[in-house]
C-alpha cells in the first residue's frame, strides 16, 4: 500500500504543476489509469489517501517545514549520505528523498519521525566510533 501511496502522491504534485487544459486531460487519462490499476477493495483508501494529499498541500506549515529543514541538512549533505538515509531508513531511492527536502513532495509526521531516528542513530554511530579511537 506505500507504493500506491507514493504513487498518488507523486501523480497529484505532478497535476498541480501543469498549466494547459490540455496537461490536464493527458493527466486526468494518467490518473484513471493508475485507480484502475488498484484492485477494487483498495480504491476507497486510495482516495482517502489523495484527499490526505490535497489537504498536506493546502498546509502552509508544512511547506515552512521544509524549506527549514532544507536549510538545516545543507549543513550535513557533504558529511553524511543521503543516499544511505533514503535505502536504509526509509526503502527509497535518493531521488525519492531530495523531492522530500525540496518540498516537492511533503513529509508526513510519520517520515519526519524516522528521518530524525536516522539522523539520532548515525550522530550515535560517529560518538561510538569516536569514543573507540580515544
Known sequence: M???KERIRECFEE???LK??????EHDNKFDALMKSVPIEQRK???????EVMLERRNPKSQKINKD?????????DIVS???IAKEYF?????????KINGTIPFTEDEMKILSMALKSI?????DTSASLA
Open 2 to 4: 506505500e507504493d500506491l
Open 69 to 77: 529543514l532544507k536549510k538545516e541538512l545543507e549543513d550535513i549533505q
Open 91 to 99: 526503502n527509497k531511492d535518493r531521488t525519492w528523498l531530495y523531492k
Open 20 to 25: 494547459t487544459e490540455a496537461e490536464r486531460r
Open 45 to 51: 483508501q486510495a482516495g482517502q489517501y489523495l484527499r
Open 123 to 127: 550522530g550515535n554511530k560517529f560518538l
Open 15 to 17: 497535476f498541480c504543476t
Open 82 to 84: 543521503l543516499s544511505y
